[in-house]
């Protein structure tokens, strides 16, 4: 059964950095795009950034351009999100997320979704 494990989340203070990590087990997801989104309570899920499955094309939330990378390893199965300058409004639950269909920035054009590892962000 395909698995998406996300870790990496926790506290930090405002101008910290995090690195969370997306496992995939039972599925390499192969060819696939892989993204990162978040919701914060009592907000809707919202894009944060996507990479393509060689790599070489990513996208970005304005709001987390130029603080947030994300990178993957397909040899293992594994996607990162680099949060650096973090922000008091960056708190949140972070969801990895494979294979869109369609649009990469649209949560509901994918089906494979993590857990999900909460990241707050203290001023």
């Known amino acids: 059964q395909e698995q998406l494990v996300e870790s990496g989340g926790g506290l930090v203070q405002a101008g910290g950095s995090l690195r969370l990590s997306c496992a995939a087990s039972?599925?390499?997801?192969?060819?696939?795009?892989m993204g990162w989104f978040r919701q914060a309570p009592g907000k809707e899920r919202e894009f944060v950034s996507v990479i393509s499955w060689s790599g070489g094309s990513t996208f970005y939330a304005d709001s987390v351009k130029g603080r947030f990378t994300i990178s993957r390893d397909n040899a293992k199965n594994t996607v990162y999100l680099q949060m650096n300058s973090l922000k008091p409004e960056d708190t949140a639950v972070y969801y990895c997320?494979?294979?869109?269909?369609?649009?990469?920035?649209?949560?509901?054009?994918?089906?494979?979704w993590g857990q999900g590892t909460q990241v707050t962000v203290s001023s």
């Open positions: 039972g599925h390499t997801f192969s060819g696939a795009p």
């Open positions: 997320a494979a294979d869109p269909e369609g649009s990469w920035k649209d949560p509901s054009d994918y089906s494979a």
